[in-house]
């Protein structure tokens, strides 16, 4: 087993040097997770932005579904996918598993229940004047909803980062419908579970040097956004 200073030495060197499995498994992983919340993030926003302003039976029943759903483990979504991808599931057919799709699929529905969660939650908390003044000064539904989601810009960029950070740490989806299959699914999390399983550090330090990186930049991207908007408020 490799050493502390030595598989941290060895993991410098190789993001470093460029080298190309590694930035292979990164650009994997940033590719399936930038497509997964890019496709989750207009129903989501739709989804909450109902749940906010709507009034229809069953809203609070849904309402306490999304907020569940977001304690579902990510590997009893893999499990859950993988049974209906496998070739005995009913949609065996459409050949996914093993696939990058699959994987984007499990990361939609892993970060779906946190961005229409958080969604709800930073529309309520807004200005619920502005959907109805909108309205009445004559502006369309679509411009109405634009108006709605503009005030409450702050808390939702804190809502996708929270999502996007969700699925582009977790391992269990990813595992159980990528497969792991180098230069292809596999993506940061798996490479790390699987570079630890063999005892060999080095890569698994890098790739955890990448995901702290993404989390500080992240995080400070959403401060500077947040204090501007308090300088034009």
């Not at 989804?47 to 579902?72: D, E, H, M, Q, V």
Request: with cysteine; hydrophobic share 55%.
């Amino acid at each position: 087993m490799e050493s502390l200073g030595t598989a941290s030495y060895q993991a410098l060197y190789l993001l470093v040097t460029g080298d190309p499995a590694l930035w292979s498994i990164i650009g994997i992983s940033f590719s399936v997770s930038l497509r997964a919340i890019l496709l989750a993030t207009p129903f989501a926003l739709m989804t909450a932005f109902l749940l906010a302003y709507g009034n229809f039976p069953g809203r609070r029943l849904l309402i306490i579904l999304f907020n569940t759903a977001l304690s579902i483990p990510a590997v009893v979504i893999g499990l859950t996918l993988y049974l209906l991808l496998s070739r005995a599931g009913p949609m065996g057919d459409l050949r996914l598993l093993f696939t990058q799709q699959a994987m984007i699929i499990g990361q939609i529905l892993l970060c779906f229940p946190i961005l229409v969660a958080m969604g709800h939650s930073a529309l309520q908390g807004g200005d619920q004047r502005a959907w109805e003044t909108a309205r009445t000064l004559g502006a369309s539904h679509g411009r109405a909803i634009f108006t709605v989601v503009r005030e409450s810009r702050f808390a939702l960029t804190a809502a996708l980062v929270a999502g996007f950070g969700r699925i582009i740490a977790e391992v269990g989806s990813s595992m159980m419908v990528g497969g792991n299959i180098l230069n292809h699914t596999r993506n940061i999390p798996t490479a790390i579970a699987l570079e630890t399983s063999r005892g060999s550090f080095a890569q698994g330090i890098a790739l955890g040097f990448v995901l702290l990186l993404l989390a500080l930049s992240l995080n400070i991207a959403l401060l500077q956004i947040q204090g501007k908007g308090r300088v034009t408020q």
